[in-house]
């Protein structure tokens, strides 16, 4: 059979192809479909990528925040340590950072990971690297005056506070480095701002409430090494007594025993009193002055020691060489004991350094301290009335557990 097509057939044909569009969308499609489908994986692989961002900011965030509130040593161990319990199974092996703690005190960290991507594999990128970085201060911290630190490590009731005992200190803490079991005992309630024990065990009888914190961080001896060396000469007096009556001594080298007896009235020109080899002794009735004045304890045997009913006003000079120095003594001496004992109505003003001295204070009766600041190996208060306050010299510590910290820009 013979199909025959005319001419105009053939133009009509060849106008409908020409004005056809079904295959060009197609085309069209096919060729736009490739950038619209990358568009759309790369938002889900940088959204990805954000999220782990903000993960990553809050984990090196929490991190220098808690490196920046702990001791210079202790910082970048600290910040890295909670780095990695923060941020650690969250992501891939890559995960790193790095702390450095800065001259102003702050403490900087940079953090680095990566992220696997899904859709950008097709243009070649396997992963996007992530980077985040942070910067914390400290904030001020309280701090709080150390009136009484005692120092001995290896005696048990380093403090010892016997029924009776009053001491009141509102604004002062009591710092006790005895680790022994019990480092303290406990047997009045003192009325004092905080008493900070290394030890994690002390007694408490009767009912009291000390403000004791136990396993607290207690203050190292701030003076160790520190204090005026003093060049010891020779003796100026020997094993003296004083008589009733009025005495007036001046600055020198007090040797062996030195004794006031009966009652009388003892005046301290200014200036330095050694004491060596024995103890200058104040016995019942004696009222002594000094302003101005600093007693050296040259060896274990040198004391000061007052018995009875003896009223005592002494106070440090405020300028000069032994500036608020008011007693002290070498390092490396045995320890010996101290008493204190029956004095009335006394004051003493300045720093009591004496790290070799287990003191006892036996019924003391009104005594002001109004400026002091005391070292001892260990201290027993028996029927005391004691009130003191900070002095120049005022040992400090941070008050609390922990200090503050805050993110700068």
């Not at 701002?193 to 009912?207: D, E, Q, S």
Request: a positive charge.
């Amino acid at each position: 059979m013979t199909v025959s097509i005319s001419s105009k057939t053939l133009r009509d044909l060849a106008w409908r192809f020409g004005r056809a569009k079904d295959g060009q969308i197609s085309m069209i499609f096919a060729i736009t479909i490739i950038p619209i489908l990358v568009s759309v994986g790369a938002a889900v692989d940088f959204a990805k990528s954000s999220d782990t961002k903000a993960q990553l900011q809050k984990s090196v965030d929490a991190a220098v925040l808690a490196g920046v509130t702990q001791a210079s040593a202790q910082q970048v161990s600290t910040a890295s340590a909670v780095f990695s319990g923060s941020f650690k199974g969250r992501f891939g092996s890559g995960t790193s950072a790095t702390f450095t703690p800065n001259g102003d005190g702050s403490l900087s960290g940079t953090a680095t990971t990566t992220v696997k991507t899904s859709f950008l594999n097709v243009m070649g990128a396997t992963s996007l690297g992530v980077t985040a970085s942070a910067t914390a201060k400290a904030g001020a911290q309280a701090r709080s005056p150390v009136c009484i630190l005692l120092v001995s490590t290896i005696n048990a009731q380093s403090l010892l506070v016997n029924s009776g005992a009053q001491l009141n200190a509102p604004s002062c803490e009591v710092h006790v480095l005895s680790t022994q079991s019990p480092a303290a005992m406990f047997n009045a309630t003192l009325n004092v701002k905080r008493i900070c024990i290394k030890g994690t065990n002390i007694t408490k009888n009767g009912g009291v409430t000390p403000p004791a914190e136990t396993g607290c961080a207690a203050i190292a001896d701030p003076f160790a090494g520190k204090l005026p060396a003093v060049t010891v000469g020779a003796c100026t007096t020997n094993n003296k007594v004083y008589d009733p009556g009025s005495v007036t001594l001046s600055p020198g080298v007090y040797c062996g025993a030195t004794n006031f007896n009966g009652s009388g009235t003892l005046t301290l020109n200014p200036g330095l009193y050694i004491i060596k080899g024995g103890a200058m002794t104040f016995n019942s009735g004696w009222t002594v002055t000094g302003s101005g004045v600093t007693f050296y304890l040259v060896d274990q045997n040198a004391t000061l020691t007052f018995n009875g009913n003896v009223n005592a006003t002494l106070s440090a000079p405020t300028s000069g060489t032994y500036a608020n120095i008011l007693m002290y003594e070498p390092s490396g001496l045995s320890t010996t004991n101290l008493p204190i004992n029956g004095t009335s109505s006394s004051s003493y003003t300045g720093l009591m350094y004496l790290p070799s001295r287990n003191v006892t204070i036996n019924s003391v009766s009104t005594m002001s301290s109004n400026s002091v600041t005391m070292v001892f190996n260990t201290l027993i208060l028996n029927q005391t009335n004691w009130a003191i306050a900070p002095g120049a010299l005022s040992m400090s510590a941070t008050s609390g557990q922990a200090g503050t910290a805050f993110l700068s820009k």
